[in-house]
Nanobody, 114 residues
Framework: LMCSAGVGGGLVQPGGSLRLSCAAS????????MSWFRQAPGKGPGWISW????????AYADSVKGRFTISRDNAENTLSLQMNGLKPEDTAVYYC???????WGKGTQVTVSS
C-alpha cells in the first residue's frame, strides 16, 4: 500500500500558511526516510524536503528553506509539511513519498493566489 492522500491542500493567499499531512500504511513508517515532492504546472516533479526515520534530521530545497517545516509522528504514522509565507510560485501538486521512491501518496493541490 501507499501513503494515503495528503490532507490540507487548497487555496491560500500569498503570505498565508497551510499544513499538509500524509497518513502512511502498508510499510514500516518508523523505519522509512520520507520526503515531500511537488510538481508545478508544466514542470516535472521536484524534491522539496526530507526527514530521516527518527525525525531528528531534515533537509530542504533552497526554494522552501526557512518557510517550510517537515515533521513526522511515528506513533501515528503521519508525515506533515507546515508551509508558511506561501508564494504564488509554490502553486503545485504536493506528494509525500518514501525517500527511496517505493511508496507514493496521492497528490494534493496547493494553489497560492489572491
Amino acid at each position: 500500500l501507499m501513503c494515503s492522500a495528503g490532507v490540507g491542500g487548497g487555496l491560500v493567499q500569498p503570505g498565508g500558511s497551510l499544513r499538509l499531512s500524509c497518513a502512511a500504511s502498508g510499510f514500516t513508517f518508523g523505519s522509512a526516510e520520507m520526503s515531500w515532492f511537488r510538481q508545478a504546472p508544466g514542470k516535472g516533479p521536484g524534491w522539496i524536503s526530507w526527514i530521516n526515520s527518527g525525525g531528528g534530521s531534515t533537509a530542504y530545497a533552497d526554494s522552501v528553506k526557512g518557510r517550510f517545516t517537515i515533521s513526522r509522528d511515528n506513533a501515528e504514522n503521519t508525515l506533515s509539511l507546515q508551509m508558511n509565507g506561501l508564494k504564488p510560485e509554490d502553486t503545485a501538486v504536493y506528494y509525500c513519498a518514501t525517500s527511496g521512491g517505493s511508496h507514493w501518496g496521492k497528490g494534493t493541490q496547493v494553489t497560492v493566489s489572491s
